[in-house]
């Protein structure tokens, strides 16, 4: 069987979220975490490969060498046909970002000479109008992601964007040439092209307008977006109707060990975590014992192994509105600050699966790397949506079962729901 198609995602909640999208549109999808080498078995019974990278916030030179590592086992030794960097529908990646750096290096490897600029994820609110992106009708500048610790976000306009951290030049296929269809946008492509043009941003306001583009787009050796486009390439090539339906297997309700550990400190992730410390067990990371005290991850660990069992998963949370997290950064350093509070994250994990717990919960993409990464998983399946783009992920060899929660994503009750399968 022929690979299709070969994803490169630059955080972990990243790719389950492109995984999940494709599997919901009839894709066999397998996500391996971390760089492949010679050793990595090729499942070539799968319609797409995704490789979850932590490539977001690393240094540039770093997040290049992953992603060619990647783009060589995934073109020479998979054999896929067509290679999508995926990023985040909200863009992380300011003007010093890796998004631009990554996008070339990958450009000048396959020896292509334009990509696809596509965010786009309307189903969660991420529209791209005139080259500007939106995050549920407000600018991205003016969403909460100019917050953001880590790639706080000050321009919504893509065009600048790619840019200011790239080696070419932009140009936007607007609104009205996608709704022509696959012919226009194929021709307004080769235009660009032929005009110097390096990246093309495109615009989206609805999920079909996806699909109009990945027909128009299924044949390019290079493209790069968000979890829309992955959609709707599924959906295009499985014939299968653009749709985020239920399917995927699903945990199982006996037998699970819970804790959910939260990051993240987005808008969205705020609310939930406000949300959930209604009715279940929560405790605050101090940032001073994260950094001073080599303890404290037992305390933590601890705390967590005495709550009941037979209830709602215990929450562990870093999580800040944005006043409180610029005085914590003003007082111990962003980095320093970030570094101490995943390190204590990984620490607990490793105690709690020592202790046999399970399943974990987490929310943000530096954290979900984290918790990953210290469970030791290379190699996840994808189970069934908790909200769109987060699916729960099942590790075959140590039984655990993971939801990777990116910041922006789900619903207030989201904590709440990932729990419905196994509390009803």
Known sequence: MVIKLGVIADDFTGATDIASFMVQNGWRIVQLLGVPDENTFVPYDVDAIVISLKTRSCSVDEAVKQSLESCRWLWNKAGCRQLFFKYCSTFDSTSE??????????????????????????????????????????????????????????????LRLIEQQSKGRSGLINLDCVRQGKLAIRRHLELLRQGGIRYAVIDAMMMEDLLLIAQATSDMIFVTGGSGLGAALASYHSGQNLAASIIGYTLPAKGRKSVILSGSCSTTTNRQVLEYKKTAPAMALNVEECINNSNYSSLLADWVMQQPTDGLAPILYATQFPEMLGLIQQQYGATETSNAIEQVFAEVVMKLRNQGFNTFIVAGGETSAQVVRSLGIKQVSIGIPISPGVPWVHDLHTDCWLALKSGNFGGKDFFLDAQKVFHG
Do not use: K, W, Y
């Open 97 to 158: 970002g890796n998004i631009g750096p990554v996008i070339d290096a990958l450009m000048d490897e396959l020896q292509v000479d334009i990509s696809l600029i596509c965010p786009a994820l309307p189903i969660n609110g991420r529209t791209v109008v005139h080259g500007h992106l939106f995050v549920n009708g407000q600018l991205l500048n003016e969403s909460g992601m100019e917050h953001h610790p880590v790639t706080p976000m000050r321009d919504a306009n893509l």
